[in-house]
């Protein structure tokens, strides 16, 4: 069954790939157009990148940098910047899926603690039904440690930071007030 990982990044790749590797034939899709400043997303581009190349893994799409779509999609609806984020990247995967004959569509989301698991898995399956290709559900989060323990092992670049501007921004914010 052929299988198209959505990946946001390489650490978080790591363990969904162990895992799904067992049961599909898997090529990743990295459309992050969340992702920000440039030189971040060139870093997380290239470190997955390395990864899919050192596991002969195919990595598919144009993988470009999205800063003004991004900015189109949740300017004026901050709030829900996540929601808008989420949804973006998993139709596009569901639908690149669909348009190269893939049976199924997952993602690497679903491996972050840090991230809305029940939005991601809902629209999972809101998605497989719209577009008639199946989601591939998976608690990844089981993996968390494994999956940390090995990216580093292997030396990939570990983000500090989720990935958008805005949470760039809520990093620095974290730390001024531990200092206070
Ligand atoms: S915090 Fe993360 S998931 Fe939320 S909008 Fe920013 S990049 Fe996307």
Known sequence: MKLLLHSCCGPCTVYPYRVLRQNYDISVYFFNPNIHPYQEFI???????????????????????GLREYLRKVVGDEDNKCTHCYSWRMEETALMACK?????????????????HIQLKRFGYTLAEKYNICFVYEDFRVGWQEGIDESIQLEMYRQPYCGCIYSEQERYDKKFKRKN
């Open 100 to 116: 190269f004959g893939y049976n199924a569509f997952t993602t690497s989301l679903l491996y972050s603690k840090y991230q809305d």
């Open 43 to 65: 870093r997380r581009k290239d470190t997955l990148l390395d990864f899919c190349n050192k596991n002969d893994l195919e990595i598919i799409g144009k993988q470009e940098y």
